[in-house]
């Protein structure tokens, strides 16, 4: 088996039909099987999809344990000679999985390549290029020339003689070689969504080169779901999840003075944003306690982050899966 393709469903399965749909209508050179593993069984839709598909193989999870567990449990049964991770809400529309075949068996130096994302209306989705890109977004910190350059200047971005390579490859599309999983051991599963694929990348950066072909594209549609950013705005420009990930990414990577670093970082821009708004409320004659939402957001995201605090310094064993009650995204959403 040249390639298997492994597919995490959760309450999905028109979106995974029409993926393998666009699999099944432009894949060719290579051999395939499919592995789509089900984080809802209850609630997945595998009779539709097996009816369609009947050489699918699938996994029933006892629980939603979300995308690395999941992905861990496929890549454990697969038998190809790659892998490839590939979300439920992507569309192919050329032959890529062919393509990136090829192209591994022609780069031995490559343990893992991606394909660039682009939304439904055929425009690029932008990525981070590097983990310090990655690191400097989480910074609370005025918008300035000056502040941008500075932070850069402690977080330089890498410069690789290779110009296909990067540092760490988006979870939508990952291809790389079966020993990628078994020298590794596939994702950490500290992380019950986001950050994995970072964290991870890491890793299998150690083995041998990541890298983007500028040839290599596919659809991500990018699926609503519980967990995704809402009420975006400067100072909560991530999701609560997503910064509990983010957090544990840095203290796995890069230890425990760097964690601190941004957990002080947080701590003290709370009085700095409310008395920004504040200031600016007074300025404007206005009242100055009004339109504090925003960083009420902010304040309550942050105490989150504190109730993981011990957790993620003392890296307990995860997932690091927030609670319902701790998902100010959706709960301000909705309020």
Known sequence: MDVSIIIINYRAPQLILNCLNSIYKFTSGVTLEVIIVDNDPENGGRASIREAYPDVRWIDMEFNSGFGIANNAGMQVATGTYFLLLNADTLLTDNVIGRCFQRMN???????????????????MPFYK??????????????SGFIEKTVKNFYPDPNYADPDQHDWLVGA????????????????????????????????????KLCYFKDCTFIHLENNNPFRRTNISWINRFSTQMQVSNFLWVRKQYGIFQYILLILHYIVMIPIV????????????????????TQHIYLRKTLVLLKYFWKTLFLKNGPYRIKPYENIDLLTASA
Request: charged share 25%.
């Open 106 to 124: 022609n780069r031995e130096d490559v343990i893992a390549c991606g394909a660039l994302q682009y939304y439904a209306d055929g425009t690029p």
């Open 130 to 143: 590097s983990f310090n890109e990655f690191r400097r977004t989480f910074f609370i910190l005025p918008p």
């Open 173 to 208: 599309f990952v291809f790389l070689r079966r020993e990628g999983f078994e020298k590794t051991g596939g994702f950490s599963e500290d992380f019950f969504m986001y950050g994995e694929d970072v964290e991870w990348s890491g890793r299998l950066g150690k083995l041998g």
């Open 274 to 293: 409310f008395s920004w708004k504040i200031g600016l409320n007074i300025t404007a004659l206005k009242n100055p306690f009004f339109g504090l939402r």
